[in-house]
């Protein structure tokens, strides 16, 4: 019997910690933290530094994910077209790399470089970051606008509605949130599930 009830008690401790780390992490209208991550071509990147975005479009994503890998097209035309109207993508690596010797550096710049990224790939190797965003999956969206000196969180989870094949996309969740928040208006829809693989956390 008290095997049982240390069983039982393991059992609801590991779902009470389950539950809430899932909900930790910014929701829309939260001030989200700053960082200063290493990028594939060395310098660190903060979001203080670029000082002429009005925002941002922060991506939680990796190499070896298929996930990651459908998006990675769609996240550079994302760059190119709102960087001009002043939301550039920050793309996030969190992954373990001891485990996952494919998120390591170098990983990162090849990929980085094969497939033409016009943004910045930083790495989060503390986790620190994706834990205080609440990032869980690659990819994971967090649209960021710049209000006075301070970073808000618009929007968070997916990019669209149909990883597999862009041609089927039926609902741009991320366009959409800036589009709207371009436009100076209130965002329709805030939330949405992130679709992806789970961030390797280091054990």
């Known amino acids: 019997m008290k095997h049982k009830q240390i069983g039982l008690a393991a059992i609801v401790t590991f779902f009470s910690l389950a539950f809430s780390f899932s909900n930790n992490g910014y929701e829309p209208g939260m001030e989200a933290v700053d960082f200063n991550l290493k990028n594939t071509n060395g310098q660190m990147v903060s979001m203080a530094s670029q000082t002429e975005a009005k925002g941002f479009i922060i991506v939680f994503t990796c ?60 790495t989060d190797e503390t986790q620190n970051i994706a834990k205080a965003f609440g990032a869980m999956k690659t990819p994971h969206i967090f649209l960021i606008n710049k209000e006075n000196d301070k970073f808000i969180v618009k929007y968070t989870g997916g990019i669209d509605n149909n990883f597999e094949n862009v041609d089927k996309v039926t609902k741009k969740y991320l366009e959409n949130a800036l589009d709207e928040l371009i436009a100076g208006k209130e965002i329709t829809v805030k939330t949405s599930k992130a679709v992806g693989c789970m961030i390797k956390w280091v054990q």
């Open 63 to 122: 190499n070896e994910c298929p996930f990651a890998r459908k998006y990675e097209n769609r996240i550079v035309a994302l760059d190119k077209k709102y960087k001009p109207l002043g939301y550039p993508v920050i793309a996030i690596n969190a992954n373990d790399t001891v485990n996952y010797p494919e998120e390591v550096h170098k990983e990162k710049v090849k990929r980085a470089k094969d497939k033409g990224f016009t943004f910045p790939y930083l």
